[in-house]
């Protein structure tokens, strides 16, 4: 929360309970998202007394600023109170974020509010809670400018002008034929910089960028990055437009996939929550499948050392010195190389046809890093007296290289696999990798080690 945000905590909750219609004019200058918080951090009914007092379109865009979890809990609390404000600040969300709302209630609460709302409204909501999750279709808002691309520039200002209310954004307007076909896109500079008879279709640009309703949240992230987009159109397959996406939604669902990477990177399931909103119970099932996939994959490090134990190597003793140096390395090589593999992939800069270039790429960092984390092994093995011979120095620093090597073709070659296989790359968590890279590199240090010394 703003400092200035907190300090005004206090004097919301008594206006709240001794003058609640001071409150609008003790919060008109604030935010929207300063409001949200100020709502998030009064108790339930506080927070539910607020938003019926605002202003319906205030009320709509505090509510919009909500963390998901808290939203549609305040939300059902005001619909079961107040039904008939909670249905006149749907009205007044745009669609897309309403459409989210509605489709995260309860089943008879929905229906109930579904029954309230205008037919149209209805219609609408209806049509965009079909679209599968995080899609296109489930992202796009109904309420953008389409006009005729036979419009003048001067009728096609006033449309705007009298629609400009009821829309997400009027900087852009989509040029449509009589079925709604999605012609081209004119700004709303070009429309007032034309000559007032000068029709859309003179001064629209008809390369037009759009996406399918069923294309993926990603796929239009990296669409509206790459053409510094204000706003994408999403079609049919008839390329009749359906509807726009927004920056500020996709800058969501940037958010939503750096985190969800993130979490996958250390083995965690994503939540669908913020962190502090997050039952303990959640944060339990979130961790708890890949904490048992990690203990499994460590217990062959187990396996390795209990192998080598049994063998003849009079050296054992000493070699077992170093071995959490040995581990460490190789896991720290496996994760730094899938981190940068997985990112890679995630921001459109590696394709599979570059796969080979990847492995060869990382087999000559992997030959150099090796190098010089070998020599600081070498110094490591100097130091002390009873390591200090040139068959240990040798294993220590062949180990070393090959290890290293080793963990960077792992760390890119299994997200590349799983890329191949249809599969998120970021299932790749660098500490499974890491697990992984460990296994190699004991084998590696104790066959190594058998051909060196006595």
Known sequence: METTTRLLLPEVKDALHSDPESLVELTEELHPADLADLVEALDPDDARQMLAILPVEVAADVLEHCEDAQQVELFAQLADARLGTAVAIVDAMVSDDRADLIAELADDLRSKLLANVDDEESRDIRQLMAYPEDSAGSLMTTDYVALPASTAASDAIDMVRQDAEEMETIYQAYAVDINGTLLGVVSLRDLVTSPADKSIDAVMNPNVVSVPAEADQEEVARLIAKYDLLALPVVDRNHRILGIITVDDVIDVLQEEATEDIHSLGAVDPLEDRYIDTPMWDLVKARAPWLIVLFVAVYGTKEVLAHYSESNIESLAMLMWFVPLVISVGGNSGSQSATLIIRAFAVGGLEMNHAGRVLMRELV??????????????????????????????????????????????????????????????????????????????????????????
């Open 365 to 454: 960092v992997g030959l150099k890093l090796g190098v010089i984390v070998g020599l600081a092994g070498v110094g490591a093995v100097l130091l002390d007296a009873e390591t200090r011979n040139l068959a240990m120095v040798l294993t220590m620093s062949l180990s070393v290289v090959a290890i290293v090597t080793v963990g960077g073709l792992l760390g890119s070659g299994v997200p590349m696999i799983l890329r191949r296989l249809g599969i998120d790359p970021a299932v790749a968590s660098t500490p499974f990798i890491a697990s992984m890279v460990d296994v190699a590199g004991l084998v590696i240090y104790f066959e190594i080690a058998k051909a060196l010394l006595p």
